[in-house]
């Protein structure tokens, strides 16, 4: 294990040329201050979390000094926001400090989100507020912990300069870790901008360093492509699952690994509502939750129009039909696991129709319907009733339906509430609980509701029994949503 000036950088990126970027150091900050250190992503990159040296961790992850091996870079890229094409967009607040080999011989970007001007900045101020950056740092792990694939949060630090957004804001900078920066965008700038030995050679930096196995193969880069919107399809599969929202689905915000990409407006359904739309800025829904999907797919296509030298039209549509059947396949067999069933077919798929018209009608909390779901045969039933009082016969109906193919499956009843409480969470990143840590850490400089959610977040699944924090009383985390607090949206102004 490494100290913070000893990582094993190994830059990849950087070797593309200044086509693909633009080379430039973080701009340095006041008086930088360690808020949040996540030892479990620190692993990932070979980083002694036993001995952090909260001073030193705030130079070196605020960008006041640079770390050793690092090349921080702004990437260039630009890509379709809420439908329409924006030429120009690239790493405005953000840079790519390197990446980092680990002992098992994975490579991790790692990032800095709000640390100052780029080229790319548009004459905005290279910053990012604290409130966004506390979310973006729960938010990346709150999703690891749910296990959908994502980027990763290393470190929050607040910045101790105040930014202009409606009024004056503390700024903070999120240390990100990915398995890649590399976006939809990055190779919609070279399509656009009509250079297309750009885009190959991109394309070959990706099949080289995250699909080598494909560089032999003579169609290696719709094989690539292929690869790309499988992992979307998962990643969104996970997203619907879950009843998350991202808020931001644009082609910048989405990466070649399927990575859950740029925590801005995101949220999680609180009482169930298939149009669900978590960013305030999103006035049409373009992004509300029933879309993910379709958008998934849009996003694909405007990627797949930038091979169109490298993979045939028709091929690509094949490619895009794929993209569909692999991700109702997954969200199929996500929503059978949560429901404690193995058996996928024409019933199952009729009583997971009723079932998201019997939430939409009710709209009961979504999370916590499948927990209660899970004890329903064994004295949870009125409890999960309570939300369907206005017409508990609907439920009954699904139930009578799901008790049907409960029977099929030949398991105990105390086997299916394990496998139901092992694949659904108790605690989720409720809207009102990152608030509830945002207003302590403005107000009142207390990080300690920070570190309460990560505990309960990373154990999603579980009462934190054997957890060492006592003063966390589970059931405040794990409750519905108290009424006051529904609904909530968050804006872009981040
Ligand atoms: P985002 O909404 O974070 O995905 O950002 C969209 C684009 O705007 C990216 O090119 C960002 O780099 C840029 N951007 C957003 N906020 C700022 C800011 N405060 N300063 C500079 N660029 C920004
Ligand atoms: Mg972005």
């Known amino acids: 294990m490494n100290s913070i000036n000893q990582l094993n950088f ?20 006041n008086s930088p201050r360690l808020v ?8 990932l990159i070979g ?7 909260e001073k030193e961790l705030a130079e070196f992850l605020s960008g006041n000094q640079s770390l050793p091996g690092s090349a921080p870079l702004a990437m260039a890229y630009s890509g379709h926001q809420f439908g329409s094409y924006n030429p120009q967009l690239g790493d405005g607040r953000g840079l790519l400090l390197g990446e980092i080999k680990n002992a098992l011989g994975e490579f991790w970007d790692i990032y800095l989100k709000g640390s100052g001007q780029t080229r790319f900045c548009r004459g905005f101020d290279g910053r990012a507020t604290f409130r966004s950056s506390i979310r973006e740092y729960l938010g990346q792990e709150a999703m690891h912990g749910l296990g959908i694939p994502t980027t990763r949060s290393l470190a929050l630090v607040s910045t101790g300069e105040l930014i202009y957004r409606q009024h004056p804001e503390p700024a903070g900078i999120v240390t990100r870790l990915a398995r890649t920066h590399i976006r939809f965008g990055n190779f919609e700038y070279f399509f656009k901008t ?6 190959t050679r991109l394309a070959d930096h990706v099949i080289e360093h995250y699909f080598p196995e494909l560089v032999q193969d003579k ?49 999680f359904i609180d009482r169930f509502n298939p149009r669900y739309i978590c960013n305030a800025s999103d006035t049409h829904g373009r992004y509300a939750f029933n879309q993910q999907p379709e958008i998934g797919r849009w996003n694909l296509f405007k990627f797949g129009e930038t ?32 429901l404690g069933l193995t058996i996928v077919d024409a019933e199952f798929e009729e009583l997971m129709n ?12 979504y999370t916590n319907f499948f927990r209660r779901l899970a004890h329903h045969r064994s004295g949870g039933l009125e409890e999960l009733r309570a939300p369907f009082h206005q017409r508990p016969e609907d439920l009954d109906d699904w139930l009578t339906q799901y008790e049907r193919l409960l029977d099929r499956e030949d398991i105990s009843l105390e086997e299916q509430s394990a496998r139901m409480t092992q694949s659904n969470p108790k605690f989720i990143l409720r809207n009102y609980l990152a608030q509830r840590a945002i207003d302590l850490a403005l107000m009142e400089q207390d990080y300690s509701e920070i570190e309460r959610l ?27 949503t108290p009424d006051a607090q529904l609904g909530m949206q968050v804006s872009c102004s981040a």
């Open 47 to 53: 980083l002694d979390a036993d001995h952090v040296n």
């Open 219 to 267: 169609d290696r880069y719709r094989l690539m492509y292929r690869r790309v919107a499988e992992s979307t399809a998962g990643m969104i599969a996970g997203w619907q699952s879950v009843g998350f929202g991202h808020g931001v689905m644009n082609t910048d915000n989405t990466t070649l690994l399927g990575e859950t990409f740029d925590y801005g407006p995101f949220g």
């Open 454 to 480: 990560m505990v309960l977040l990373k154990n999603p699944f579980a009462d934190p029994e054997g957890v060492e924090f006592s003063e966390i009383d589970p059931d405040l985390y794990s409750a519905d």
């Open 307 to 338: 091979l169109q030298n490298l993979i045939p039209i028709d091929e690509l549509q094949v490619e895009l039909d794929n993209y569909t059947v692999v991700f109702n396949q997954k969200f199929q067999g996500k929503m059978a696991t949560k």
């Open 354 to 365: 009723n079932l998201f018209r019997l939430l939409a009608a009710h709209q009961p909390d």
């Open 194 to 199: 009509n250079r297309p030995e750009l885009v």
């Open 36 to 43: 949040a250190f996540n030892s479990d992503a620190a692993k």
């Open 10 to 29: 190994n830059n990849r990126f950087v070797q593309l040329g200044e086509d693909y970027f633009q080379a430039k150091p973080p701009v340095p900050v």
